[in-house]
């Protein structure tokens, strides 16, 4: 089975801080594939990243990065320089690859409110 | 803008009823998925389909139903509706099937069941 764990249901910042957000995740696949995910209050899902468990290079967009770590199982996200149109909610996702290909969707975190204030 | 058109935004209905939600998926994309998201559930997989066949199913409910047509765009059935069907319903798509592939999600539908 999956599970993906954000420990963090609410974290509350004051712009410019920089902030990350943390990701456990479970699977016994060898193959697998790590999502982020931002809700902002309007309700749509907006995808941010992926990243598969063969590469371990941490990634960086802008103010955004992530930082993978298969040690620990944890895809963590953090952004730098915060500001208030970041506030929303975060998921972390994760995709496995069963028998023949294929997966059955993605299996979601509880998900991260970051309010930003101004 | 992900580029999956979902409509309607929003739908307000009675307990017993019936209601189609509909799914275009982005350009090119020929896998489509339906996720459910409530306050007590989160974000639940449902189902999925790939070139008009079903291929992944999730936790979706006996009561409810989905399909995806020749020209691609899916629709999800839910009937004999209760109060614990109100939630925001997803869809989304990708190019393929595999596990690898980058999952686009449309606005989502509001259901409300009163």
């Known amino acids: 089975a999956q599970k993906v764990t954000q420990a963090q249901t609410e974290i509350s910042v004051v712009e410019k801080e920089d902030v990350t957000l943390d990701c456990v995740y479970e699977?016994?696949?060898?193959?697998?594939?790590l999502f982020w995910y931002k809700q902002p209050p309007s309700g749509e899902l907006v995808f941010l990243i992926r990243?598969?468990?063969?590469?371990?290079q941490n990634e960086i967009s802008g103010r955004y990065s992530w930082n993978f770590q298969k040690s620990t199982s944890s895809f963590n996200f953090t952004i730098t320089a915060s500001q208030v149109v970041d506030s929303a909610v975060y998921f972390c996702?994760?995709?496995?690859?069963?028998?023949?290909?294929?997966?059955?969707?993605?299996?979601f975190g509880k998900g991260t409110h970051l309010i930003i204030q101004p | 803008d992900s580029g999956v058109t979902q409509t309607p935004k929003h739908l307000i209905t009675a307990t017993g009823q019936r209601v189609t939600l509909r799914c275009s998926p982005r350009?090119?994309?020929?896998?489509v998925y339906w996720y459910q998201q409530s306050l007590d559930q989160g974000l639940q997989f449902l189902i999925q389909?790939?070139?008009?066949?079903e291929r992944a199913k999730g936790n979706i409910l006996e009561r409810f139903s989905a399909q995806q047509f020749p020209d691609l765009h899916s629709e999800l059935n839910l009937s004999s509706l209760e109060l614990g069907d109100s939630a925001l319903y997803f869809c989304?798509?990708?190019?393929?099937w595999g596990s690898g592939n980058t999952i686009y999600f449309g606005e989502g539908s509001w259901l409300t069941v009163v």
């Open positions: 989304a798509s990708s190019v393929a």
């Open positions: 699977t016994r696949d060898t193959t697998y594939y």
């Open positions: 990243r598969n468990s063969f590469d371990e």
């Open positions: 996702a994760l995709s496995a690859s069963r028998r023949g290909g294929g997966a059955d969707g993605l299996t």
């Open positions: 350009s090119g994309d020929l896998s």
């Open positions: 389909y790939y070139n008009g066949e």
